[in-house]
């Protein structure tokens, strides 16, 4: 009896190794950071950390359940964000060694940006093996306070170049705070939009339409229609297309005032009022019923007390009308439109 048991726990174990371990191995994290950077003391406690999270989301996906979230070394905030992302569409971390470079800050927080995820949404023939990238930040403790989808790696990338009009660290925050708000819009997320935006917010919005010529010949073509709205309406119609999409994927790319041509001249700064940054993209929203792409122009404030930031203006034009590529708009895309 007693070989018995010792026989069929040596073969637990076999399998244990050659099966289990083979296909939840351990995610592996080294953190790097800048040779003229001084290392923080809590840079290895980081990479451990996120370690543990990124094999935790490989087990959960694997054996498709939830998340095991109690010991996780993360704080509320970073948990909701994780669980809201996961409740939409699963993931998991490719590889088994994760090397990246961190970004570290005056306060001793941290940021990694670049974590290469999986996404594998259940039921839905959409994204499925879609390469992903998730942004994670750090106390100066190494705790995790924030997990997020980033950036895709090229307008990251973008940004960082660009960034001769703004100090590099206000540059880095202000690509956090574009990180999240697109990470909203994916997670559906209406509370957290409607707080980031001033009550007096500006929304502009574009839409192509089709009408009838008024010539003898007749025909139709497009035009561009723009609606200006309330932040009380803007937000009244984003929780009707929350409701009616079972997904939305949103994606920014070409930061920079002259993004859509290939260049890049970054964030611009307001002359006037030096809170104020005007930032434009190119848009690309998919979703369940509806695409499109176009131009988005926000225009933040980022209070000297160190306040959350809210954005005031946003406008959006479509690149394409009646088959031909649309150049941005000045009027409603420059800072120079509405330096408030």
């Known amino acids: 009896m007693k070989a018995r048991l010792t026989y069929t726990l040596a073969i637990l174990a076999c399998m244990l190794v050659l099966g289990v371990n083979k296909s939840m191995a351990t995610v592996t994290v080294t953190l790097t950071i800048d040779e ?21 989301i490989n087990r959960a996906q694997q054996a498709k359940s939830i998340l095991t979230t109690k010991g996780l070394p993360m704080d509320d905030f970073a ?92 540059q880095m925050i202000i690509m956090q705070y574009i990180e999240r708000f697109r990470t909203a819009y994916n997670q559906r997320d209406s509370n957290y939009i409607e707080k980031i ?30 609606t200006k709205q309330t932040k009380e309406q803007y937000i009244r119609n984003l929780k009707k297309a929350f409701r009616r999409n079972k997904w939305i994927d949103v994606k920014f790319s070409e ?33 369940s019923s509806y695409s499109d792409k176009g131009y988005l122009f926000l225009l933040w404030e980022f209070p000297e007390n160190g306040g959350d930031p809210i954005i005031h203006v946003r406008t959006w034009q479509p690149e394409w009308v009646g088959g031909k590529l649309q150049k941005p708009d000045d009027d409603i895309s420059t800072l120079g439109a509405f330096d408030l």
């Open 255 to 287: 930061i920079g005032e002259n993004g859509e041509s290939g260049g890049c001249a970054g964030i611009t700064r307001s002359t006037i009022d030096p809170t104020k940054y005007g930032v434009r993209l190119r848009q690309e929203w998919n979703s």
């Open 79 to 170: 948990l909701k964000s994780l669980l809201r992302l996961w409740a939409v569409t699963p993931f998991y971390c490719d590889d088994e060694e994760v090397v990246e470079r961190c970004w570290v800050f005056k306060n001793g927080t941290m940021m990694v940006s670049h974590i290469p995820l999986i996404i594998t949404p259940e039921d839905e023939s959409f994204g499925v093996g879609a390469y992903q990238e998730a942004v994670v930040e750090f106390d100066s403790h190494g705790y995790i306070t924030d997990f997020r989808l980033a950036l895709d790696s090229h307008t990251a990338e973008s940004m960082e170049r660009c960034g001769s009009v703004v100090e590099k660290e206000r």
């Open 36 to 56: 003229t950077a001084d290392r923080p003391a809590a840079l290895d406690v980081a990479a451990n950390n996120l370690g543990l999270l990124l094999t935790e």
């Open 197 to 226: 935006f001033s009550d007096d917010a500006l929304i502009i919005t574009g839409k192509v339409v089709t009408v009838r010529n008024r010539s003898d010949f007749g025909g139709m073509s497009q035009k561009v229609e723009y």
